[in-house]
């Protein structure tokens, strides 16, 4: 898929959430890993959240993407509370609304 192809501001968002979402999930359900591995983690977050601004995304896009790893963060922090679930129709229009904030900055670049 090329950058100028439409489709590109439907799929981000959940690109976006496979390349962030599991490295929020490590950092806060594995405490006791290695410390190169924590930071290893942490480097690979705080790139892929400054990508989600960059590139012609806007800050409408990264916002959202960084809400939604905190709302993941959240999650996992009540695991294994029935609030857990709460997560889900957050992430959901959290999505929808990256997807909005990208068709709206044009999904040329």
């Not at 890993?33 to 806007?58: K, N, S």
């Not at 992430?91 to 670049?109: D, V």
């Amino acid at each position: 898929m090329t950058t100028t192809d439409p489709r590109a501001a439907f799929a981000e968002p959940y690109a976006f959430a496979l390349l962030t979402w599991p490295a929020v999930i490590a950092l806060m359900a594995a405490p006791d890993w290695p410390e190169w591995t924590r930071i290893a983690l942490w480097v690979w977050l705080a790139a892929m959240q400054l990508a989600a601004y960059t590139g012609g995304r806007g800050a409408g896009f990264g916002n959202v993407m960084l809400f939604t790893s905190g709302i993941v963060a959240l999650a996992v922090h009540g695991h294994p509370s029935p609030w857990s679930l709460a997560a889900l129709p957050a992430l959901f229009t959290a999505l929808h609304a990256a997807q909005l904030a990208r068709l709206k900055r044009g999904s040329t670049r």
